[in-house]
């Protein structure tokens, strides 16, 4: 299956380029010397639903993010979003944060 060297997503048998970066897909991941990352918190969310559409929006422009969610936010799933105290946690490769923390604030304003 292809799929985006940047943001990771794979995509059907077929496709050719990616529907977020508009790069071209390959078939197989291209393997790099592994290095240790240091991650860090990008920022609180109120719900998985929140930190997947910030999450995407990092990864089109080649940011990588985890998404750390709270227990009750798991069990809930989508409907953690709006579920009272629960809670979504982004996390960041620390040489993205300061790019990652001004694409986050741009979206919060333009809510």
Request: proline share 7%; net charge negative.
């Amino acid at each position: 299956m292809p799929f985006c060297p940047d943001c990771g997503y794979e995509y059907v048998q077929g496709s050719t380029v990616c529907s977020d970066c508009r790069r071209p897909l390959i078939e197989e991941p291209q393997v790099t010397e592994a290095t240790e990352e240091e991650w860090v918190q990008l920022h609180s969310l109120p719900g998985p639903v929140y930190a997947e559409m910030v999450r995407e929006a990092l990864a089109r422009v080649g940011i990588p993010a985890v998404l750390r969610q709270d227990a009750l936010s798991g069990a809930l799933g989508s409907k953690g979003a709006s579920a009272v105290g629960s809670e979504a946690v982004l996390l960041v490769p620390k040489r993205h944060r300061r790019r990652a923390a001004k694409i986050l604030h741009e979206m919060l304003d333009h809510i």
